[in-house]
């Protein structure tokens, strides 16, 4: 998508701090880090939000949660924890609309709903 921020950031047209790439997945430091880890994970195909998913979607979905899990690893946190959040939706508090997943962590994570 043309107007989209995160489609810029993987077109590199907007710079960012990159921690993985691959042919379908880009990882980058959220510009507002609200933890010490603060990772955005997101599709290289445009989904705007959770409720877009497709069934040919499922298996991309199941390699973001795998690139998470590397990514927990490369920076040290999957001993100590993390925390994975999709903001879904204007009640769900989404801003950017194209799928991302909130990798946070780096210190006792505070303001549990759930
Ligand atoms: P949402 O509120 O939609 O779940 O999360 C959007 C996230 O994207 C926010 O945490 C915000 O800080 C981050 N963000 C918005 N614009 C940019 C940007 O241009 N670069 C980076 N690295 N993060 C961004
Ligand atoms: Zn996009």
Same mark, same amino acid.
Do not use: W
């Given at each position: 998508?043309?107007?989209?921020?995160?489609?810029? *950031?993987? @077109? =590199?047209?907007? $710079? #960012?701090? %990159?921690?993985?790439?691959?042919?379908?997945?880009?990882?980058?430091?959220? &510009?507002?880090?609200?933890?010490?880890?603060?990772?955005?994970? *997101?599709? @290289? =195909?445009?989904? $705007? #939000?959770? %409720?877009?998913?497709?069934?040919?979607?499922?298996?991309?979905?199941?390699? &973001?949660?795998?690139?998470?899990?590397?990514?927990?690893?490369?920076?040290?946190? =999957?001993?100590?924890?993390?925390?994975?959040?999709?903001?879904?939706?204007?009640?769900?508090?989404?801003?950017?609309?194209?799928?991302?997943?909130?990798?946070?962590?780096?210190?006792?994570?505070?303001?549990?709903?759930?």
């Amino acid at each position: 998508m043309e107007d989209c921020i995160f489609c810029k *950031i993987i @077109k =590199k047209e907007v $710079p #960012s701090q %990159i921690v993985y790439e691959d042919s379908q997945i880009i990882a980058f430091k959220d &510009i507002q880090p609200a933890a010490p880890i603060h990772i955005l994970v *997101i599709p @290289k =195909k445009h989904i $705007p #939000s959770l %409720i877009n998913l497709n069934k040919e979607d499922e298996l991309l979905v199941g390699q &973001i949660y795998t690139v998470i899990n590397k990514i927990a690893e490369d920076l040290k946190i =999957k001993e100590k924890g993390f925390r994975v959040i999709v903001n879904c939706g204007k009640d769900g508090g989404q801003e950017v609309e194209h799928l991302h997943f909130h990798l946070l962590g780096g210190k006792q994570l505070g303001e549990k709903i759930v």
